[in-house]
């Protein structure tokens, strides 16, 4: 059984840092791109970051200079360290994995899905 569990989410304050991780466990995931995405309430589910197995990564606009993907393929882990957090970052996070051939920052490239992990920026 496949399986991805996000963790390290939290409440923090404006201009803290968070880091986030996911597991990945259930099989390997070699070849595989790792993708973040987040949901505000209201709001529809949206790309963060993605890293594909080569190492390469992409940001959305909102991540860019702040958030900073990584991945330990030893570990089958994939991780995201957020910086300068700001209230509109409040959101669950999900960790997401997907074939590395698809665009990376479309959510329905990705075969699985974690359960999301919450991350609440106060002002």
């Known amino acids: 059984q496949v399986q991805l569990v996000e963790s390290g989410g939290g409440l923090v304050q404006a201009g803290d840092s968070l880091k986030i991780s996911c597991a990945a466990s259930g099989r390997t995931f070699s070849g595989y791109a790792m993708g973040w995405f987040r949901q505000a309430p209201g709001k529809e589910r949206e790309f963060v970051a993605a890293i594909k197995w080569s190492g390469s990564t992409y940001y959305a606009d909102s991540a860019k200079g702040r958030f900073t993907i990584s991945r330990d393929n030893a570990k089958n882990t994939a991780y995201l360290q957020m910086n300068s957090l700001k209230p509109e970052d409040t959101a669950v996070y999900y960790c997401?994995?997907?074939?590395?051939?698809?665009?990376?920052?479309?959510?329905?490239?990705?075969?699985?899905w974690g359960q999301g992990t919450q991350v609440s920026v106060s002002t």
């Open positions: 997401a994995a997907g074939p590395t051939y698809l665009s990376v920052i479309s959510s329905r490239s990705y075969d699985y």
